[in-house]
């Protein structure tokens, strides 16, 4: 009569234990890798033919005149996008959450989640006809009120802030979906009592709606703290030119230059192992306080 | 319950299936990139060439030994298998029935030399110096592989390919070793290594077609009732012309008159060519192509100097920033790569353009065929004063080269390749076929499948004078077959067929053709070559890639006029400061050791 645990569990072990099989295998494997960065590699000597210098991949990258800069450049532009890809989606969906014709409301949501399926390759392209000095629709608009054209992609003041706003533009309708789906989850018997009690719209969002979300934003803050010297690889390498490498040159595009040109492989991997030890610091840091102030577990 | 188990088996057996094979990726060249910038050199015509006077080739086809056979053109019996990898030009275009597997070279190399090859794979351009490298990591090289200069050193440094001083004293016809000594050996010696030779040069592209010509709208002209440029000055007015005369006739200011991208210095938009008219000869490209450590440098004194650091570039420089805020240079010319810097070309909005010999064959061409009215001429370049022009060429040093894993056990091959390669191009065997084929009008390039090629460096420039004595004489008779295929074209275009237009432009005439301008460039030798021709110095190597972003922004913020001109002596203090001054001084310790 009854199953066995195991013959209604199997296909779920399946499951779990062919995903784990893959990051087993992509995730954890290729770890053996990080000794590369404490190497001078010949990809021909391989991992364990090459050469072994400590921490000198470390030190290169400390000396090179560049490095803080384009740390710098790395933690605003990163940061910016994290504050705005935080105060945006939750905007957007405090404003979509008022809608009331369900219709309207989802057509919304499924368009603004559009551009996160779109390349950067694709928008890069399109951005540099619409940002455009001379041809673009948003210089000759604001030329239209007066104001003078600004070129934006080659101008490396303007530069992190296209890099924010573009990026925002893309990846909002993921996190607003995160955070509607959150709103629905708020009683709806504590706004009737508010409104009961008198409180306006705006009250009774800062009082009910903003700290019922608290939870779910400190779980998407958190997510993206570890991504704090991710400024986007993708993004930017298809964006910037060496006019703005001044603001726009991150971590990553700049090791990929030093890596592609000089072959130094040890010196991509030692990035590359700083940025993870870096984000493992923050993430473990943000998961204490998330607990501590928050009283919220994210694992 | 069975149809509910049924579906639970289907629901976990579709996810599982999908994680496994979200590993599988597609190799073998389908993602195509457009190559950026530089010459797409695989498919202009003839980049190699054909000697007019067939010499002693060694077509030894006798003695089949089992293993490896003798004589520069011994067939392998039983046949051998070679591997190697490949890559193409988004331009590659195949004849029907060929591919990479079955085309003339394979086939022609199995049926007279017995050796099969396999191509690992094959990808674009762009990928191929990522795919190797990652080739190499996994210790699985090919038998014969194609890497550039730098590569080459990893992998002597690496010990990871054969010594070929044996294989190329034994086995290489005579053809070959001609080529390969051409220019006083330099090709040779750039591939020896503490007195070994340990790779197959490219020979046969030194022949000068690098420097640079001025290729402008003769229509334009024509309607401004401009003569073409005799001076820089010329240049210059017609530059202006162009932005304000409205050429294009369509009541719109919307024409620039200098083409200019992000590279700066390139075959194609390239400023090379108005450099030197000011007798400046910089050239360390932007972009993503530029590498920072091909640097020039002009002997002055008995030493050394950077050619880019000069106060002829300051002076230039001032005639970019005037022209730029005339307006005749596109001011989103920093963030343009060479396929946009096409566009604008082929789109009508540009009226002038320096570049190399290859221009009229892309981009050029598509342009032509949409709109035969348009007219693109071709000119040399022009002086800024009463001294000749000296145009930047620096090809005699070999890019390409050919190295044997040390795996392999015929490294013989690869010379056998390049005999097979110059024999039935430039030998007594030769037929057109292994150089192009036509289908349906158009002629598809075939050079480009050997595996490993070679020519010498005058083929160009020689089938040139074969095609202009058969303009004159109507003799067809002493034409080689590529020199043919010219000849033809060019009648084919004159009677009417606008797709052969490159020909002309290449081969057609003395004073409006390519070929035609460099012989007159060639007659008193006014060419301006890098007086360093060793590999990158590690100083180079250390701060080529920081100080050619320094470079390349100064440039661009003065051109655009957003610094003074004067900032140029404060960027030579700074690149000297920067590592400027190390790289001086290996580049003359080389220098002094060659005197």
Same mark, same amino acid.
């Given at each position: 009569?009854?199953?066995?645990? /195991?013959?209604?569990? /199997? ?92 219709? %309207? ?45 600004? %070129? ?16 925002? /533009? ?8 995160? %955070? ?31 700290? @019922? ?87 | ?375 693109? @001429? ?122 052969? /237009? ?94």
């Amino acid at each position: 009569m009854g199953q066995s645990r /195991w013959a209604r569990d /199997w296909p779920l072990h399946l499951m779990v234990w062919t995903g784990l099989a893959f990051v087993l295998v992509f995730s954890y494997g290729p770890m053996i890798g990080i000794v590369i960065a404490f190497q001078k590699f010949l990809p021909l000597n391989g991992l364990f033919g090459s050469k072994w210098i400590g921490f000198d991949n470390f030190r290169y990258i400390a000396h090179m005149p560049d490095t803080s800069r384009v740390i710098f450049n790395t933690v605003f532009i990163a940061v910016m996008k994290m504050i705005a890809g935080l105060i945006v989606p939750i905007v957007i969906a405090l404003l979509l959450n008022e809608i009331v014709v369900k219709a %309207f409301k989802r057509t919304v949501q499924t368009i603004i989640y559009l551009p996160h399926f779109l390349s950067w390759v694709i928008l890069a392209g399109i951005l540099r006809d619409v940002l455009s000095p001379n041809f673009g629709i948003v210089n000759d608009f604001m030329a239209w009120l007066g104001m003078p054209r600004v %070129f934006f992609l080659g101008d490396e003041r303007w530069f992190p802030f296209v890099l924010v706003a573009s990026d925002v /533009w893309k990846e909002f309708g993921f996190g607003t979906i995160v %955070f509607l789906a959150a709103l629905t989850g708020i009683n709806p018997v504590l706004y009737e009592a508010a409104v009961i009690d008198g409180a306006s719209r705006w009250k009774r969002t800062l009082h009910i709606t903003l700290p @019922g979300i608290v939870p779910i934003v400190v779980l998407m803050a958190t997510l993206s703290l570890g991504n704090v010297l991710n400024a986007g690889f993708d993004q930017v390498f298809n964006l910037y030119s060496t006019v703005v490498y001044s603001t726009g040159d991150i971590l990553d595009t700049y090791i990929y230059r030093l890596g592609l040109h000089n072959f130094e492989f040890g010196v991509a991997t030692a990035v590359g192992l700083f940025k993870s030890a870096v984000s493992f610091v923050l993430i473990s840091v943000s998961y204490l306080l998330a607990y501590r102030f928050a009283n919220y577990r994210i694992f | 319950m069975l149809g509910k188990k049924l579906s639970s088996w289907g629901l976990v057996g579709t996810l599982v299936l999908a994680l496994a094979l979200s590993a599988c990726t597609k190799s073998n060249g389908a993602g195509n990139n457009p190559s950026t910038t530089a010459s797409p050199s695989e498919s202009s015509p003839a980049a190699s060439s054909a000697s007019p006077s067939p010499s002693e080739s060694g077509p030894d086809a006798s003695a089949p030994v089992a293993a490896a056979a003798e004589g520069p053109l011994g067939k392998y019996d039983p046949p051998i298998t070679i591997t190697t990898v490949r890559h193409f030009n988004t331009g590659l275009k195949f004849v029907a029935g060929t591919d990479w597997d079955n085309n003339v070279y394979t086939n022609g190399l199995r049926d007279e030399l017995g050796i099969l090859i396999k191509n690992l794979w094959i990808v674009d351009d762009s990928q191929y110096s990522n795919k190797l490298n990652v080739s190499m990591v996994s210790g699985d090289l090919p038998d014969v592989f194609e890497v550039t200069l730098q590569q080459l050193q990893l992998l002597v440094e690496a010990g990871a390919i054969a010594d070929l001083t044996e294989a190329y004293e034994n086995y290489a016809s005579d053809l070959s070793k001609q080529a390969l000594s051409e220019g006083g050996g330099i090709a040779l010696e750039t591939a020896t290594f503490n007195g070994r030779l340990m790779a197959i040069p490219e020979s046969g592209s030194s022949s000068r077609d690098d420097a640079q010509f001025i290729w402008i709208r003769t229509d334009w002209l024509k309607k401004l009732n401009l003569e073409p440029p005799k001076s820089m000055d010329d240049v210059m007015n017609i530059a202006k012309a162009f932005v304000n005369g409205d050429p294009d006739g369509n009541g719109k200011k919307d024409t620039f008159g200098l083409n200019v991208d992000e590279n700066l210095f390139n075959g194609w938009a390239g400023l090379d060519g108005f450099f030197n008219g000011y007798h400046a000869y910089p050239f360390n490209p932007g972009g993503q192509g530029g590498t920072g450590m091909n640097l020039m440098f002009l002997e002055k004194n008995g030493r050394l100097e950077y050619a880019d650091i000069q106060p002829e570039v300051k002076t230039a420089l001032g005639k970019l920033q005037e022209l730029y805020k005339a307006g005749a240079i596109n001011p989103e010319f920093s963030i343009m790569n060479g396929m946009k810097s096409a566009e604008l070309a082929t789109s009508g909005k540009v009226g002038m353009t320096f570049g190399q010999f290859w221009n009229a064959g892309w981009p050029l061409n598509d342009m032509k065929i949409k709109d035969p009215k348009v007219e693109w @001429g071709i000119f040399p370049l022009v002086s800024a004063d009463d001294l000749p022009v000296l145009k930047t060429s620096n090809n005699i040093v070999p890019k390409r080269f050919w190295v044997v894993s040390k795996k392999s056990e015929h490294p013989e091959a690869v010379v056998k390749f390049l005999n097979f390669f110059m024999e039935k191009n430039y030998g007594e065997t030769k037929e057109i076929k292994y150089n192009a084929l036509e289908e349906n009008g158009e002629s598809k390039p075939t050079f480009g499948l050997a595996p490993v090629r070679g020519g010498f460096a005058e083929t160009n420039q020689n089938d040139y004078y074969l095609v202009q004595e058969a303009l004159k004489t109507g003799d067809e008779t002493k034409l080689t077959p590529k020199a043919k295929d010219y000849y033809d074209g060019i009648n084919r275009y004159r009677d009417g067929e606008v797709a052969l /237009w490159p020909n002309e432009m290449m081969f057609g005439t003395e004073d409006g053709s390519s070929y035609g301008i460099l012989s007159q460039y060639k007659k008193n030798n006014e060419f301006m070559t890098n007086a360093f021709l060793g590999a990158p110095t590690p100083a180079i190597l250390k701060s080529g890639p920081a100080l050619k972003d320094l470079q390349v922004k100064e440039f661009t913020k003065i051109i655009m006029g957003e610094s003074p001109v004067d900032a140029f002596d404060a960027f030579v203090e700074n690149w000297k400061n920067s590592g400027g001054n190390q790289i001086l001084a290996e580049v003359n310790e080389w220098y002094q050791m060659r005197q």
